[in-house]
């Protein structure tokens, strides 16, 4: 038996009741709700909306959103463990609060403003993601794809590289004398960039 769907419907504080795992939910409205230590597990949520949201201590394990924003969420203590995002956003909102992220994957989200310093976030995926301005200070990405992502002026002072593939991401506002980036794994357009930021002229011999 399929799960059930649950379309087109706003909900509110009397009735997040209703809200159960294993369940399908498309263009629901959760804005502003408080809705902490909720359990939605293995469900799917597209073009759902839970922006200014309180989901501290809320469950998602195992789910999967697709064009949903989250934000100004609250999100503090949430477990997203094996959850997939694609094509949400996450402006403004903070990881760095004990949000469970093992085995999260991300491809074509906003991270805005986002927070997600100090976090693990090895061997995760952000292809395609738009990180402008985030903050990923002192976080640990080894491993992590950001493939084609956008890391226009992202914080990442004291960030730790290893197999990192920032292949095609815009690095516009990197600082390389401020930031350790052994380990990453670059192209050469964007080397010349990091180049050109140090003062360096890179020249073609065979030119």
Known sequence: ???????????TLDD???????????????DGLALGKVALEDCTFR???FVGSGLIGARFNGSAFASCNFSNARIAGANLF???FEGCKFTGVDFSSG??????AFKACTFHLANLSG????????DACELVEADLNHANLTGVSFLNADLTYADLTGARFGNTDLRGANLTGLDPRRVDLRGAIMTPRQLDYLAQELGIRVIDPDL
């Open 1 to 11: 038996m399929p799960p059930p769907t649950i379309h087109d419907r706003r909900f």
């Open 16 to 30: 997040a009741g209703a809200l159960e795992c294993d369940t399908h939910y498309l263009r629901c409205g959760f």
């Open 47 to 49: 073009d759902c909306s």
């Open 82 to 84: 094996g959850a997939r």
């Open 99 to 104: 949000v469970t992220l093992l085995g999260v």
């Open 119 to 126: 976090r693990d976030l090895s061997g995760m995926s952000f």
